[in-house]
C-alpha cells in the first residue's frame, strides 16, 4: 500500500511539473520575447553552464552557505525556543526581542552584518542564520508549552538519565515542531542566501544571478534559479521527508 501511494505521488509531481512546463512553452511561443524564453533555450543554458563547470561550481557554494546557515540557525533557534518555552520568567524577558528581530528586515541585517565584519563569509552565513532564527525560536517555544509534564514524572520515576530523557521523553514531542521549523526554514534560508551573495560575494547562484541581470540574460537567470530549486526538492524528496517519516514511525505504530 504504502508504495503504490509513493507511486502515485511521484506520478502526481511527474504531471503537474509537465504541465507547468507545457504551459510555460505555449505562453513563450505565443509571445516571443527576451523576457521570456522557452523551456528548450533554458535547457540549452543549464547544458552549457554543466559543460563549463560555472553550474557545478556555484551550486555548490550556495549549497554550502545554505546548509551552514540552516545548521547554525536551527541549533541555537532550537536550545533558545525551548528554553523560553519551558522558563516563563525568561519568556517574558526575552519576548521583545524575539519581536524585534521577528520584524527587522532581512536586507537590513545582511547590510549590517557586511558593514560590522566586512565581505566574507562569516558576515554572509551569520546574517542568514540570523534572519532564521527567531522563527525557529517561536515554532520551539510553541513546542516546549505542550510538552506532557506527566512523561517527565514518568522518567523520574523510572530514573532516566539525561539522554534519555532526551531522547525518548522531550524530542519525540517536539519532532514534529522541528519539522516545521526545518521545512519552513530551508525554504526561507536559501531565498536570503541568494541575496547575501547578490550584495556581498564573487561567486554562487545569487551572484551569478546578479551578473546575468546585468545583460538582461533572463534564459541564464532561470537556468540557474530552476537548477537550484530542482537540488531543493530533492533535498526534501530524499532527505526531508524520509527522516520525518522515520522520526514519527511511533507515531503510527501506536495508532
Known amino acids: 500500500m504504502s508504495n503504490q501511494r509513493s507511486l502515485a505521488a ?3 509531481v511527474t504531471g503537474s511539473l509537465a504541465a507547468f512546463v507545457m504551459v510555460w512553452a505555449v505562453a513563450a511561443w505565443l509571445w516571443p520575447s527576451r523576457a521570456l524564453p522557452s523551456p528548450a533555450a533554458v535547457l540549452g543554458i543549464f547544458i552549457s553552464e554543466t559543460k563549463s563547470g560555472d553550474m557545478p561550481y556555484h551550486l555548490s557554494m550556495t549549497l554550502m ?3 551552514a546557515s540552516f545548521t547554525l540557525a536551527m541549533v541555537l533557534g532550537s536550545v533558545i525556543g525551548v528554553l523560553l518555552g519551558m522558563r516563563q520568567r525568561l519568556d517574558h524577558f526575552f519576548n521583545p526581542w524575539v519581536i524585534l528581530f521577528l520584524n527587522l528586515p532581512a536586507l537590513v541585517v545582511i547590510v549590517l552584518a557586511y558593514i560590522w565584519f566586512g565581505l566574507n563569509e562569516i558576515a ?7 534572519n532564521k532564527i527567531p522563527n525557529v525560536i517561536v515554532t520551539m517555544r510553541e513546542g516546549a508549552r505542550t510538552l506532557d509534564p506527566r512523561l517527565s514524572d514518568l522518567a523520574a520515576v523510572y530514573r532516566f538519565s539525561q539522554w534519555e530523557r532526551f531522547r525518548h521523553v522531550l524530542l519525540p514531542q517536539l519532532e514534529p515542531f522541528l519539522a516545521a521549523a526545518s521545512r519552513s526554514g530551508m525554504a526561507l534560508i536559501w531565498k536570503i ?5 547578490l550584495l556581498g560575494r564573487s561567486n554562487g547562484v545569487g551572484f551569478q544571478i546578479y551578473v546575468f541581470f546585468q545583460t538582461f540574460d533572463v534564459a541564464a ?3 540557474y534559479a530552476l537548477a537550484f530549486v530542482a537540488i531543493m526538492l530533492l533535498i526534501e524528496l530524499i532527505v526531508v521527508q524520509p527522516l520525518e517519516r522515520h522520526a514519527t514511525r511511533w507515531r503510527r505504530q501506536a495508532a
Open 193 to 197: 542566501v541568494l541575496v547575501v551573495e
Open 124 to 130: 554572509a552565513i551569520g546574517a542568514v542564520a540570523l
Open 65 to 67: 552557505r545554505v546548509a
Open 10 to 12: 511521484a506520478l502526481y
Open 221 to 223: 537567470i532561470l537556468a
